[in-house]
Every structure is written in structure tokens, then in C-alpha cells.
């Protein structure tokens, strides 16, 4: 399998999270102006995933991220593998507001068996989230988003977490599941006439939108001290119907999907 790097630079406004430029000098230094009132969470992430949907090579992501609470009020447990979120309505057991994602590009430079398929650009999807709290260690959550540049189909991920604490370390595991439209699933997964006669390793391929992938994440947090916590996870995802009967899958993917993760998060602010 071949490993590729890329830095993921998404600014995007997300209940929580915000990203920030990742030329910024430290990741760890405060930043020159904390509102009276706040506590800001700096987080540094490592992502090590399939290089595009459908992909059985890996690449490796770093960005940073930021995201406030009000001073005095506990951080809110997030699953790994939540896109970057900003409340507009919390509850004690619900929360609404707008989320984001990145997704990274299908490059020929990257796997020489897509020659003649097309180019797909990275994408930044833009949306929103609705999560529920049934209890106080179960957590359900939907986000819905829309693509922006690589693709521009609708996409929408529904996930639950059993959430366990045990003094400073935190346990997290639940199922996944992925929906693509269309016009995602064409062009991740599609094939037309054109680039089957130019690859010539594929025929052509026409999918249809539903469901694109089942799967279950697991993530470990610990905390170290009030400034200091880190979080591990893994992801698998299983494609299924269209995306995994897709020829660009079967000829040079993989229906399994595997991630890991590690973030190392830096909180400071007023009274700190």
C-alpha cells in the first residue's frame, strides 16, 4: 500500500471546532486574545486514512482546530470522527447547528492505476447537525452536508456512542452509517464510457445514491490535566450496494475502509 502526506487546510466555522491556518508557528502557544468569560480548546490532529472514497492506500492529514466553552462549563464529549461543528442551539440533551467536513482529492499522481479516470478535486461539505442525548452515556447524532468543489452531491452520516468515563479516561464506541446522493456516488464511484476506453481496466459504471457505507468507530481520551488531554481512535467502514459493486473498488480499492487517529488538545482562557 502507498502512503501519501497532505496538510487538509479547511477553515470552517463549526460548533466546537473552527480550523486555523496551519502555518501558525505552535499549536500550543495562547493565542493573543482570549474573550473574558471563555476557555479555548487548541487542538493539533493527525488522520490516517484511504487516500479517496473506495481507496485500499492510505494518506495522512494534519490540521490544526480550535473551539470555546464558557468558562465553568464541562466540555462537551465529541466523537472522533465528528465533522467540525458550532452549536446554535444547545440543551442539556440536544444540539443544533452547523458542521463541516473535508474530503480529499483522487489524484492520478497518487495511485497510476487511475490513469484515464478523471480528477477529483478536494471538497469542503458544509452543513448541519442535530444531537441527541437518550441518556447520559448514549448519543445519537445526524449531520447532513452539501459538497463544494470536488463534488457537489448531498451527503449525510448518522452515528451512536456509548460513552463511558473511568475517573480521567473516557471510552467511546458505536455504529456508523453513510449516505451518498447521486451525484456523489458518480463521482467517487461512476465510470463513464470515455474513461473505461482510456484506462482500459474498468468498464463502464453508473451508480445510484443510498446508502454508501456501514461501519463503527471506536475512541479512547485522556485527560492529563486541565490543560492536557489526548484522544486515539480507529474507524472502520464497510462500502456497500452501488459503492462497493463499483469497478473502480473492485479493480483497485478495497470495500474495507479502515482510520486512525490521534489528537493532542491544549485548553487555556480567562481564570485558567
Known sequence: MRLSTSLAL???????????PAQAADLFSPVPFVPEGWIVTLKGNLRVGPSYP??????????????????????????????????LLEESAVRIGVVGRFQGGRYLKDDRRLFGLDKVNWAVEPGVFV?????????????????????????????LDLVQSYGALTLSV????????SSFARTYF??????????????????????????????????????WSTTAFVTYKRLVGDAA??????????ENQFGFGLTASYSFGAGR
Open 54 to 87: 473506495g481507496a485500499d492506500d492510505f494518506s495522512v492529514i494534519g490540521f490544526p482546530s480550535l473551539s470555546f466553552r464558557r468558562a465553568g462549563t464541562p466540555e462537551r464529549f465529541g466523537a472522533p470522527d465528528d465533522g467540525l461543528s458550532f452549536s
Open 245 to 254: 459493486d463499483s469497478p473502480i473498488v473492485k479493480r483497485f480499492g478495497s
Open 174 to 181: 458505536g455504529p456508523r452509517l453513510a449516505l451518498g446522493d
Open 190 to 227: 461512476g465510470v463513464t464510457p470515455l474513461e473505461a476506453a482510456l484506462n482500459g481496466q474498468v468498464t463502464p459504471y453508473r451508480p445510484s445514491g443510498g446508502i454508501t457505507s456501514v461501519g463503527a468507530t471506536a475512541g479512547v481520551s485522556y485527560t492529563w490535566s486541565e490543560q
Open 10 to 20: 479547511v477553515s470552517l466555522l463549526a460548533a466546537g471546532s473552527l480550523a486555523v
Open 131 to 159: 444531537e441527541y442525548w437518550p441518556l447520559a452515556f448514549l448519543r445519537a447524532r445526524a449531520e447532513l452536508r452539501h459538497g463544494i468543489n470536488g463534488h457537489h452531491g448531498f451527503v449525510a452520516d448518522f452515528g
